[in-house]
């Protein structure tokens, strides 16, 4: 009887999942990207079909217990070296840390993110990109000076610089997430760039305002930018990179996706939100001269689950090819 409750909470459970997620990708989508639903192909739908019969089916109480408890706070660190012929030699080794999405709030803590922040002091980064999503629902965030207090915390010689993401735009927190960013020594970059000196080396760092409830602007964010030092773009939304491919930046680094939190084997991910829908996770080579990573991220937003989709740290080493 006992192994019958477990089942009846997990079918719930995962049933609420794929329901709260199509809610919430229709509740987030802009009404004029709505034509974006026309897009889905036969392979897609197949895999939501395929998903809900398993939800229907159902998972074992452990399955459920570990993917609310468990794997949400087995967190991964993934390198990846990213090599070019523009990497000034001066870069060589050059370590950047991203971390994304941390929806602080739901299901995430102050205490998780002093965690997280040890954890990235002891990486040793030249650089901190954080892209977007720094607390779940930010006008019911109980705010305080101990977030800016551990924000601050983090350390790297070369800075730390942040971008928007949807939820930093959404529940009024634009200025608010602002403020508290910067109370914590992150530099915004909002259509906008730097360049990051190391020697006689020089690279350009650029950020784009939240594609879903921001105004990116790809040309304010290139002008003036000299294209001939090694770029990369921070975007919170990485399907965007499609058009991000008509620039010259050499990488986009994204979140936003959450790798879609639950996956399944021999089906992926169920489902993702709008503008990550194309490009869920890892590494993707768009063309000769132009690369995208997207990364897991950290926490969770609307339903606590992580399933075959740890929480990620992204560690990115540059190696000049000159």
Same mark, same amino acid.
């Given at each position: ?64 217990? %570990? ?108 200025? +608010? ?20 000196? +190391? ?20 040309? +304010? ?57 194309? %490009? ?24 606590? %689950?992580?399933?075959?989709? +740890?929480?990620?740290?992204?560690? %990115? ?6």
């Amino acid at each position: 009887m006992k192994h019958h409750s477990n089942q009846v909470k997990t079918n719930v459970a995962f049933k609420d999942y794929t329901v709260h997620m199509t809610c919430y990708n229709l509740h987030m989508r802009p009404t004029f990207f709505t034509e974006r639903f026309d897009e889905m192909n036969r392979r897609s739908f197949l895999k939501q079909i395929l998903g809900s019969a398993l939800t229907l089916i159902g998972l074992g109480g452990g399955t459920y217990y %570990y993917a609310r408890e468990i794997e949400p706070t087995l967190l991964s660190i993934t390198e990846n070296t990213i090599q070019s012929s523009k990497i000034p030699t001066d870069f060589q080794n050059y370590k950047i840390i991203q971390f994304t999405d941390t929806h602080i709030g739901f299901h995430y803590s102050i205490e998780q993110l002093k965690e997280l922040v040890s954890k990235i002091n002891a990486e040793n980064p030249d650089i901190i990109l954080f892209t977007g999503d720094l607390v779940d629902v930010p006008h019911s965030f109980k705010w305080d000076g101990e977030l800016i207090e551990t924000l601050s915390s983090l350390q790297a010689p070369d800075g730390k610089y942040w971008i928007y993401g949807n939820h930093d735009h959404g529940g009024f927190g634009t200025n +608010k997430i602002k403020d508290v960013m910067s109370g914590s020594d992150f530099t915004l970059l909002q259509n906008s760039s730097v360049i990051i000196r +190391k020697g006689d080396g020089r690279m350009n760092i650029a950020g784009l305002d939240d594609v879903m409830l921001g105004q990116p602007d790809l040309n +304010k964010t290139f002008h003036g930018l000299d294209t001939d030092l090694f770029t990369i773009l921070l975007v919170h939304e990485p399907d965007y990179a499609d058009k991000v491919a008509d620039y010259p930046a050499d990488v986009q680094i994204s979140g936003h996706s959450h790798g879609g939190q639950v996956r399944f084997p021999f089906i992926g991910h169920l489902y993702t939100p709008a503008f990550a829908e194309k %490009y869920v996770k890892g590494e993707f080579q768009l063309d000769d001269n132009f690369t995208l990573y997207v990364s897991k991220g950290i926490g969770t937003t609307r339903l606590p %689950y992580r399933f075959l989709c +740890k929480p990620e740290l992204n560690v %990115y080493t540059l190696k000049s090819q000159k």
